[in-house]
């Protein structure tokens, strides 16, 4: 079986969701070895970072190949969460199970969609996650309609995934909840202790 996944969020280093995409790959690797997996990453300013994580892995193991882009999150957001186009094989060929990010949910060919949600704060509580987009011109700085982002991207995981991990049950429940999925798309799996 040849399984995609993506290690975007590896880039944004000391972040929960950053270290549990490196040790769910780690894992996953050092018990797939009938598998072959191909690792996509994308980042501009980062992608150093995926590479080096990749080269790692592919030197580690032989099963293992990895496909690392330059392009911001940004424009896969309005290419795959917005416009929803570009299916992911014609990046990193098929595969039979794509695992997409905490992000982004590219169109699928033929590939089964699998992601992880780790939370729906957004949904709970959205006036505390930067409802509205704002602009710091002192700071220079962008904040994205996070809400929006969330709604966006799940609205897209709810039509091309197959299968959803949730690292809860409150979890779980906030996903039937928000955005009406039935329990049989949903598998609580815990986040492990390192």
Known sequence: MKIGIDISQVAFEH??????VQRLVTSILTKGAGHHYILFGASLRRRHMLKAFAASLEKKYANVSSVIIPVP????DIVWNRLHIVPIEWIIGNVD???SSDWTQ????????VTTVHDLVVFTY???AHPEPH????QGQFRANIVG???RRLHWVKKECDRIFCDSIATKNDVMKFLSISE???TVVYPGYP
């Open 15 to 20: 972040t929960g969701v950053s270290r549990y």
């Open 73 to 76: 999150p940004i424009l896969l």
């Open 97 to 99: 199970v794509f695992w």
């Open 106 to 113: 590219p169109p699928l060919i033929l590939a089964k969609g």
């Open 126 to 128: 959205p006036n505390d």
């Open 135 to 138: 602009i710091d011109i002192k």
């Open 149 to 151: 982002v969330h709604k």
């Open 184 to 186: 049989d798309k949903l």
